[in-house]
Nanobody, 111 residues
Framework: QVQLVESGGGLVQAGGSLRLSCVGS????????MEWYRQASGKQRELVAT???????NYADSVKGRFTISRDVAKNTVYLQISNLKPEDTGVYYC?????WGRGTQVTVSP
C-alpha cells in the first residue's frame, strides 16, 4: 500500500524560505515520477514541480527560480525547497506519486 506523508509547512513572512518533505512508502522513486501540487483556498489544485523517475525536474512558470524539487532515494523522500516566499504561495501543498496523494501540509505566507 502506498503512503505519502508531507511535512515542513508553516507560517512564514514574505521573503522567507521553507523546505517541504514527502516521505513515501510502498513505492520506488526511481520507478515513479513524483510531483508537488498546491491548492489555494477557493482555487483548483495546481502542479508546481515534478521530478521524473530519471531525476529530471520541471516547474510551473509561476515558481521557476524560487522552487527546487529534489529527492533522496535512500530515504524515499522528495523535497520542495521554496525560497523568496510570496503571499500568493499560500495554500496546502500536496505530494503525488503512483496515483496516490498525501494529505498535504499548509503553507501560509504573511505580507
Amino acid at each position: 500500500q502506498v503512503q505519502l506523508v508531507e511535512s515542513g509547512g508553516g507560517l512564514v513572512q514574505a521573503g522567507g524560505s521553507l523546505r517541504l518533505s514527502c516521505v513515501g512508502s510502498g513505492l520506488i522513486f526511481t520507478v515513479n515520477n513524483m510531483e508537488w501540487y498546491r491548492q489555494a483556498s477557493g482555487k483548483q489544485r495546481e502542479l508546481v514541480a515534478t521530478i521524473t523517475r530519471h531525476g529530471t525536474t520541471n516547474y510551473a512558470d509561476s515558481v521557476k527560480g524560487r522552487f527546487t524539487i529534489s529527492r533522496d532515494v535512500a530515504k524515499n523522500t522528495v523535497y520542495l525547497q521554496i525560497s523568496n516566499l510570496k503571499p500568493e504561495d499560500t495554500g496546502v501543498y500536496y505530494c503525488y506519486g503512483a496515483l496516490y496523494w498525501g494529505r498535504g501540509t499548509q503553507v501560509t505566507v504573511s505580507p
